[in-house]
């Protein structure tokens, strides 16, 4: 069973930077996928980042240029470093991972909140 822990949420003021951390563990296999995923009330969970064990990257569009995805394969670890934050970046933050490398994500953290003030 893969378990994902996130870290690093926080409150910043608008063009501040924050890092996110999550640490995986439970793989069954060196070819996986992770990412990260952000949800504010009343809004549907959406993507923000995603990489593969391959160094593939992707990213939403809101964040292009701003936030950047990493990958530490000897430590399971993913990260999100995000800068210029604004307003508009403020939710819960998830983790997310895939076993299979299909970046069809069947694993979640509990979620760690990023408030960005104005």
């Known amino acids: 069973q893969v378990q994902v822990v996130e870290s690093g949420g926080g409150s910043v003021q608008a063009g501040g930077s924050l890092r996110l951390s999550c640490v995986a563990s439970?793989?069954?296999?060196?070819?996986?996928?992770m990412g990260w995923f952000r949800q504010t009330p009343g809004k549907e969970r959406e993507g923000v980042a995603i990489i593969g064990t391959d160094g593939s990257t992707s990213y939403a569009d809101s964040v292009k240029g701003r936030f950047t995805v990493s990958l530490d394969n000897a430590k399971n670890t993913l990260y999100l470093q995000m800068n210029s934050l604004k307003p508009e970046d403020t939710a819960m933050y998830y983790c997310?991972?895939?076993?299979?490398?299909?970046?069809?994500?069947?694993?979640w953290g509990q979620g760690t909140q990023v408030t960005v003030s104005s």
């Open positions: 439970g793989f069954r296999r060196s070819t996986y996928c």
């Open positions: 997310a991972a895939d076993d299979l490398g299909t970046c069809l994500f069947d694993y």
